[in-house]
């Protein structure tokens, strides 16, 4: 699996789960992951973890604050997370300038 692919079952998980839960999005990605091999999948996950781990940054983690994430246990993680979810674009533009996040809906 490539980035192009990665970023691209985002964009369709968050098509198809638009207005659900974070729940439904996790069951939606997996379902999705299902049709790929084990190595992809496996490609997938460490790709998120990339992003993720990119996405700790102090200034991030700041916005992420005045914005109301909670970053008590895994709060950063699911804030990443969150921010992978709304896609590519986003996640990419706020990397570049966290005050963007201010323009996302909660």
């Known amino acids: 699996m490539n980035k192009d692919q990665f970023w691209q ?3 369709d998980v968050k098509q198809y789960c638009a207005g659900k839960d974070r729940e439904s999005f996790a069951c939606v990605t ?3 992951l299902l049709k790929y091999s084990l190595e992809d999948i496996l490609d997938w ?4 973890e990339q992003y993720c781990g990119a996405a700790y940054r102090p200034e991030l983690w700041a916005a992420g604050s005045a914005l109301g994430a909670d970053y008590s246990g895994d709060g950063f993680i699911d804030f990443a997370s969150w921010l992978i979810s709304r896609g590519k674009e986003t996640y990419m533009e706020a990397l ?3 005050v963007s996040l201010t323009q996302i809906p909660p």
């Open 96 to 98: 570049r300038n966290p």
């Open 45 to 48: 996950h460490l790709m998120l």
């Open 30 to 32: 997996a379902e999705n």
């Open 9 to 11: 079952i985002i964009h």
